[in-house]
């Protein structure tokens, strides 16, 4: 099945640092990648969505500038986390989405990210 | 209530057991997928149902679709303690659309 990468799957860092997180497609051409946010316990919130070599669609809420997006490849996006806070802190789980089956997304393991 | 809403909210069973959950939407579907989620871990691609199928099978799973009643159900048969997870439904609305979640069901499987 098709194998979708996550990197860091931990990052701790302190307050006003930035953070890229890193989502790759390992065997298939991903023409659109998801970035979600996810509450213990709850379900997964759309952040924003990515098409390779466009600008992302955030979502209602979900500040661009606060969380860039970059999908520089068919394989490849990453999420930086500008200037990050407490409240910042969260599961955040990428998905990728292309050919052969157009409809179902792959999703990385995720990462967790602390903020002190 | 919110496009792709599961029932029960947490499920526990016997190993051996069938566990059953459901999931209903609001809006018109191209398809509706379920995944399955381990704690602290990404998402797993179950099955995909196209709005103009009833039933599908994959090995233990069985997902039935209503696009009248705007409801899906996922079964799981002869349960076992590895099946522990939560699952969510997720509806698309047209093909290669973004995917709503449902907030998904905690199954826990003893053994």
């Known amino acids: 099945g098709a194998v979708v990468s996550q990197h860091p799957s931990r990052v701790i860092c302190k307050s006003g640092t930035s953070v890229k997180i890193e989502c790759r497609s390992l065997?298939?051409?991903?023409?659109?990648m998801f970035w979600y946010r996810q509450f213990p316990k709850k379900s997964l919130m759309l952040m924003a969505t990515s098409n390779e070599g466009s600008k992302a669609t955030y979502e209602q809420g979900v500040e661009k500038d606060k969380f860039l997006i970059n999908h520089a490849s068919l394989t490849l996006s990453t999420l930086t986390v500008t200037s990050a806070h407490p409240e910042d802190s969260s599961f955040y789980i990428c998905s990728a989405q292309g050919l052969p089956v157009p409809d179902t997304q792959y999703f990385g393991p995720g990462t967790r990210l602390t903020v002190l | 209530s919110q496009q792709g809403e599961e029932d029960p909210q947490a499920l526990s069973i016997q190993e051996g057991e069938n566990a059953t959950m459901n999931c209903s939407y609001k809006?018109?579907?191209?398809?509706l997928q379920w995944y399955r989620q381990n704690s602290g871990r990404g998402l797993v691609h179950l099955i995909l149902i196209r709005s103009n199928e009833r039933e599908k099978h994959s090995g233990r799973l069985r997902v039935t679709l209503d696009t009248s009643k705007k409801s899906s159900s996922l079964l799981i048969t002869a349960s076992r303690a590895a099946d522990t997870a939560s699952y969510f439904c997720a509806t698309g609305e047209t093909s290669g659309s973004r995917l709503t979640f449902g907030e998904g069901t905690q199954l826990t499987v003893n053994p």
């Open positions: 065997d298939f051409q991903a023409t659109t």
């Open positions: 809006t018109s579907i191209n398809n």
